[in-house]
């Protein structure tokens, strides 16, 4: 099993710094100048990344190679619970379970101050940002004390909500599938 870690972990931060640096020491000895013509310090920053990414699951080589190379994901971002880039105002974590053909008020979420999963028709409150409901989303696997793969198993996404239009202030559906009350 592996231990659930964030790139953003001050040990996962520090152990990439640390390879990305020991990897331009050893390069410095045959390409020697640091920034006066060898290895750079945005040569260690850029390497910092890729080794980021390389964690995350994702290659840098795809487009040059011309295929997908499978890396395990070690370590987990925004991206683990669903596009950043999807539109929204507000946000809420998904908890997918068995699908409940025609009734989407079954759909649990967990909603900001909450350690629980609730169904989305009962929610009170959503979040602002997709960013603030990922981080909310590790915050809770963290908290759970889940390990990678039961994080993976347990397959968090972070959906666009809206009000539901039924005179209350609690209640959402997912964006773009409200109903008339």
Same mark, same amino acid.
């Given at each position: ?20 640096? $020991?990897?331009?020491? !050893? ?21 910092? !990344? ?10 840098? &080589? #795809?487009? @040059? ?8 994901? &070690? ?13 929204? #105002? ?6 997918? !379970? ?26 009170? #409150?959503?979040?602002?940002?997709? !960013? ?9 696997? $963290? ?17 666009? @909500? ?20």
């Amino acid at each position: 099993m592996t231990r659930l870690q964030c790139h953003d972990d001050k040990d996962v931060i520090q152990a990439i710094e640390s390879a990305a640096s $020991a990897a331009c020491q !050893e390069l410095d000895k045959q390409f020697p100048g640091w920034d006066n013509g060898g290895i750079s310090s945005n040569f260690q920053g850029h390497l910092s !990344e890729v080794i980021t990414r390389m964690l995350k699951g994702q290659s840098v &080589l #795809d487009g @040059v190679l011309g295929h997908r190379t499978h890396l395990p994901r &070690l370590i987990i971002d925004d991206t683990f619970f669903g596009c950043p880039l999807i539109r929204g #105002d507000m946000f809420l974590i998904h908890k997918p !379970e068995k699908p409940v053909f025609g009734e989407p008020d079954r759909m649990l979420v967990l909603q900001p101050d909450s350690t629980r999963f609730r169904p989305i028709s009962d929610a009170g #409150d959503a979040f602002t940002s997709f !960013e603030h409901a990922a981080a909310a989303a590790a915050k809770y696997l $963290a908290a759970e004390g889940l390990t990678l793969e039961q994080a993976k198993e347990l397959n968090l996404q972070v959906l666009p @909500v809206e009000h539901v239009k039924n005179g209350t202030d609690r209640g959402f559906v997912i964006a773009g599938h409200a109903k008339a009350a």
